[in-house]
């Protein structure tokens, strides 16, 4: 058999189970057996093996059972990473990516400014966080299979970031994942929210806590309820449970002038903002995602204003 034919048979055995995007995933899972690009799939068309044929059935049949492609391919990409997943860690999504590119941004221009002001004191402007590496501090809440924490590590080696979960599964995940990407500036510890960094401050504080309400964790996808870490998604019976904790908990762990972000889901900004406001935020944003859809809440001080 060549790969197009068993294409072409793997999109009806998925089309036929339900799964929402057959032909992509098809070409996925016939790609990732045969190890080339889904181009070269097309382009080439290649002779499929005995032995490749019955690898791609086996891999059909977990799929059509609904399990998630990314735990069926053991990774997944989150802001340039390659993010290694599987049962007992929430799949990275697109909308986090958001996130994280609004962090990079809100620290780059913190950076700038500090620059700034250390020339106009006649300092050196290279000198805030060249020369002191261990001035700035990220914590990353909730974090899974540690993907957000990464991509900022990454993004400045010369932070200090944290990652803390209760899940000792997926804190084995985060871990494998800095060394699948070469990040050391980076420490996982296991606990709740900020048990594990007791004492410590940061300069920013950032989460994608758990924020599905509880009555409609049963109205979600075969591959999330079925396969996907129950503690990772409920928040609670109005989703809201983690953003009490952390919005409370907070202030003791945020340097002055420090910053809060976190991811929301549809409908909660506005009881998320009045949280806020009752903490003593003063410094509330809340930017939308590509969908139109309010997805972050930026709590913080005049250091770090988007």
Request: glycine residues 8%; contains cysteine; charged residues 25%.
């Amino acid at each position: 058999m060549n790969a197009l034919d068993k294409l072409k048979e793997a999109k009806g055995i998925l089309s036929n189970a339900g799964i929402e995007n057959p032909e992509r995933d098809a070409e996925v899972l016939l790609s990732h057996c045969l190890g080339i690009e889904r181009v070269i799939l097309y382009r080439d068309d290649p002779d499929i093996s005995d032995e490749m044929n019955a690898q791609t059935d086996a891999l059909l049949k977990r799929r059509t059972g609904r399990e998630p492609l990314q735990y069926i391919l053991g990774y997944t990409e989150f802001y340039g990473l390659k993010i290694k997943v599987g049962t007992g860690v929430l799949i990275p999504r697109p909308e986090t990516e958001l996130l994280a590119e609004e962090a990079i941004k809100t620290i780059s221009k913190c950076k700038i400014q500090i620059a700034n002001n250390l020339q106009s004191a006649g300092k050196d402007k290279v000198s805030s966080f060249i020369l002191h590496p261990s001035s700035f501090f990220i914590l990353d809440l909730c974090t899974g299979s540690g993907c957000i924490a990464l991509a900022l590590a990454k993004a400045f080696p010369d932070a200090c970031v944290y990652g803390t979960d209760m899940s000792a599964d997926a804190l084995i995940y985060a871990k494998e994942n800095a060394g699948l990407n070469n990040i050391i500036n980076i420490t996982f510890l296991k606990g709740d929210l900020f048990k594990p960094v007791k004492d410590m401050q940061f300069d920013m504080i950032i989460s994608n806590p758990p924020y599905i309400r509880k009555d409609d964790m049963k109205l979600l996808q075969p591959e999330i309820i079925d396969w996907e870490p129950v503690a990772a998604l409920d928040g609670g019976e109005d989703g809201l449970d983690y953003y009490r904790k952390i919005i409370s908990g907070a202030g003791d762990y945020l340097k002055e002038n420090g910053t809060l972000l976190i991811e929301i889901g549809m409908g909660q900004s506005d009881p998320i903002r009045k949280m806020a406001e009752d903490e003593g935020f003063a410094d509330i944003h809340v930017l939308k995602d590509y969908a139109g859809i309010e997805r972050i809440i930026f709590l913080g001080g005049s250091r770090f204003a988007t």
